[in-house]
């Protein structure tokens, strides 16, 4: 019995060192893991934090991008209120040109230049490309048009530095504006709150469709709510006729260059739907600078521009 708890006794004692290898090895490896295991979380933090950067610097640039766009969009807010002021400031150069070329101190003469009863999708825009070419700011009498393409018109006509004035909303000439004075200034506000709502803008130019003449039908009381409305009118002393017949570009030229008859100022009319006028416009303009004319666009304080009393 003793002998054999001596050789269990030998065998544990020689199964110890074993048993410890085999401890060793396994502890080395959980080591060896838990080393692994740290040295991918090290790295996974690593990517993180560089991760972390990026977010931030891509939070920085975006920041300053949102900072940038809204500096942009308050200055676009302001800028209807800027270019307005620097019209008036323009128109009021204008002012002072025109009563020295009325009243005898400068030897200069003034065209302006108008346009009626656009805009027109297929030919305004062509207008407006010979005005920008030869460098021309003129004065266009509005309808309240709505089909697909016009609010780029009539924003292109304001930005391009032209008077956008009142034509009235329909140009109902028959059985319609002329009816009475109600009819007549109901469209007047139509259009003034259409192009109001379009551009931001309060028109203060009207020109009578057909003119002053047709107008004479409404009486008197027409000129008493005008004012109210703080308005004034305007007619022309010359035409190229495109309102009334259909001519070739050379006659259309030729009733305007060949009748300033040398006045001082000049009220040009002409109509933005006319293929031939636009035919002509270029050498009405060079026509009407080789006569010593400067071409301005109209405004309110204009002797021209009728005030009623």
Wanted: hydrophobic share 35%; with cysteine.
């Amino acid at each position: 019995m003793e002998s054999e708890n001596r050789k269990t006794s030998g065998i544990a004692f020689k199964l110890i060192p074993a048993l410890l290898a085999v401890w060793l090895i396994a502890a080395g490896f959980f080591f060896y893991r838990i080393n692994q295991e740290k040295n991918e979380v090290s790295s996974r933090i690593q990517v993180l934090e560089q991760e972390k950067d990026e977010v931030l610097k891509a939070k920085e640039s975006m920041d300053a991008s949102i900072a940038e766009k809204q500096a942009k969009l308050e200055e676009l807010n302001h800028l209807d209120t800027v270019l307005e002021n620097r019209k008036q400031e323009y128109y009021s150069t204008c002012k002072k040109l025109e009563e020295q070329v009325l009243h005898g101190s400068s030897e200069q003469k003034i065209a302006y230049l108008t346009f009626d009863d656009g805009p027109y999708v297929k030919t305004t825009g062509r207008y407006l490309d010979v005005l920008k070419e030869k460098d021309v700011q003129a004065t266009f009498f509005q309808l309240g048009r709505t089909s697909e393409g016009m609010d780029e018109l009539y924003h292109r006509v304001y930005d391009e530095g032209h008077t956008i004035a009142n034509h009235t909303y329909s140009h109902r000439i028959k059985n319609g504006i002329y009816r009475g004075v109600d009819y007549f200034i109901a469209d007047v506000v139509k259009n003034r709150e259409f192009i109001q709502n379009k551009l931001g803008i309060t028109t203060n130019i009207l020109r009578f469709p057909g003119g002053s003449n047709t107008a004479k039908r409404l009486g008197d009381g027409v000129f008493g709510e005008l004012k109210k409305l703080g308005y004034g009118w305007i007619d022309w002393n010359i035409a190229t006729g495109d309102g009334v017949a259909m001519m070739t570009p050379d006659e259309y030229r030729d009733n305007v260059l060949n009748h300033t008859n040398n006045r001082k100022v000049l009220v040009v009319l002409m109509h933005d739907y006319s293929g031939n006028t636009l035919a002509a416009l270029p050498e009405i303009i060079d026509g009407l600078r080789s006569q010593g004319y400067t071409l301005l666009p109209l405004f309110y304080e204009s002797e021209m521009v009728n005030k009623p009393e």
